[in-house]
């Protein structure tokens, strides 16, 4: 019986992480959105755009904010309140926003969103991007 539960519980939680067109994840506390998606909020949503990318390398057009992930949660007022504009953070390739944002939710702030990907997957999907020149 044993072997059989292992069995369906994985067999679940691989047809939970297959592909759709909706890419957006839980994570826990925050919701991972896809590059389309969060452009797709973008257009129809207030969203605050936060930057936790350390060093700087650029920014998705329309960013609001640049924060690095080790300041987030100490630097939570800057940030829209709960039920205000739509918080997203995002930073190169998912590593830095994953730890801001579960800094976050140890500080008690839950029901934002995170760029699955970074920007680096933003720029692979073809969407606007800010690079410095170097």
């Known amino acids: 019986m044993r072997g059989t539960a292992i069995v369906v519980m994985v067999t679940l939680g691989l047809a939970a992480c297959s592909g759709g067109e909706d890419a957006s994840t839980e994570g826990p506390g925050w919701t991972r959105l896809a590059p389309q998606e969060l452009d797709d909020l973008l257009r129809s949503e207030d969203v605050y755009l936060v ?6 390398e650029g920014e998705i057009v329309g960013t609001d904010a640049l924060i690095p992930f080790t300041d987030l949660a100490g630097r939570m007022g800057e940030l829209p309140a709960e039920g205000g504009p739509t918080l997203v953070l995002y930073c190169r390739s998912g590593n ?3 730890e801001a944002a ?11 969103y995170e760029l699955e990907g970074g920007f680096n997957a933003w720029v692979d ?3 606007p991007f800010d690079a410095p020149d170097l």
């Open 51 to 56: 930057n936790v990318h350390v060093p700087y």
């Open 96 to 98: 830095m926003s994953t």
């Open 102 to 112: 579960q800094d976050l939710v140890d500080a008690g702030r839950t029901g934002f």
């Open 125 to 127: 999907a073809g969407l």
